[in-house]
């Protein structure tokens, strides 16, 4: 499965120069030039960081996801605990991929987060890992049931089913986003929970990984439309390979760039909805009681 990649980031400037001047017996007033070079050594040698996110602005430090949720049921002997997100609410093209992931209190894989934070190869690294040490199970929701269904209902239902194929069921279930879920037990939804709660970001690497793979295997499928390179995402390239080839199987028949492209290569496909109320005959309340 596909793996994702920790952004690596530098300590800002300001950090370093506070760290050698508190560091620096001259900063006090007294030392010497050994002390000032000992001071700037140190300095040279920043401790480990959270994960931090590039903006215009500077640097934005941003703590990985912790496993005190899950620990804090645990004390009170509620286990098992999961966590799950899915992959793939906003591309044309594919399904939706939900996971659900226990995690092995003694077994957690280090290095796990949100997968949007990470690499393509550290999240096949962590993919791995997690497969290797925790109880997972994935679920798909179809172009079919998008379209039937809405991409919102569609993911809800996908997110369901992964957690209800889990090898042992749990008794407390995490879900990335604000809208929960239809399991039989209590479930928590966490707003940015991919970045805040362990178990939440193990589901999310499983649910790109496996999503990742599944588009580069359509792509062999359906060639010309780049899927092993944008996933079916509505990247310029995407819209091109849209116009000029039309949609195939794979993509979201409602999806406006879909819709557009479907009219312009199959005009007779489509079909509007039906009016209801087109053939509806109006029938008077004096008619109704003269029997009509």
């Not at 994702?4 to 508190?22: E, L, V, W």
């Not at 039937?148 to 008794?171: C, M, T």
């Not at 080839?245 to 409602?254: D, E």
Request: glycine fraction near 8%; proline fraction near 8%.
């Amino acid at each position: 499965m596909p793996a994702m990649i920790r952004d690596q980031a530098k300590t800002p400037g300001r950090a370093k120069s506070a760290a050698a001047a508190k560091a620096s017996p001259a900063a006090k007033g007294g030392g010497n030039e050994a002390a000032q070079s000992a001071a700037g050594k140190a300095a040279a040698k920043p401790a480990a960081k959270p994960a931090t996110s590039k903006s215009g602005k500077g640097v934005i430090a941003v703590a990985p996801p912790s496993f005190r949720r899950e620990r804090a049921l645990l004390k009170q002997g509620i286990w098992p605990v999961a966590g799950c997100d899915e992959a793939g609410r906003g591309p044309l093209a594919g399904p939706v991929v939900a996971a659900a992931v226990i995690l092995d209190p003694n077994r957690i894989p280090k290095g796990l987060d949100d997968s949007k934070r990470l690499s393509a190869e550290q999240r096949e690294a962590l993919f791995d890992k997690i497969c290797k040490t925790s109880a997972f199970a994935v679920a798909f929701a179809s172009p079919a049931r998008i379209d039937r269904d809405n991409i919102l209902r569609a993911s809800l239902w996908a997110l369901s089913r992964a957690v209800r194929a889990l090898p042992e069921a749990p008794k407390h279930v995490f879900v990335d986003g604000r809208d929960r879920i239809d399991v039989d037990c209590h479930c928590e939804a966490v707003i940015g929970g991919d970045g805040l709660v362990m178990s939440i970001a193990a589901a999310s690497i499983v649910a790109k990984v496996t999503r990742d793979r599944l588009m580069c295997a359509l792509a062999q499928d359906c060639p010309g439309y780049g899927f092993e390179q944008h996933k079916g995402y509505g990247v310029p390239e995407h819209l091109a390979a849209l116009d000029r080839l039309g949609p195939s199987v794979h993509h979201r028949s409602l999806f406006a760039p879909v819709v557009a492209a479907r009219r312009k290569h199959q005009p007779w496909a489509d079909v509007p909805e039906p009016d209801l109320f087109a053939d509806v005959t109006v029938v008077t309340s004096s008619e109704i009681a003269l029997g009509a």
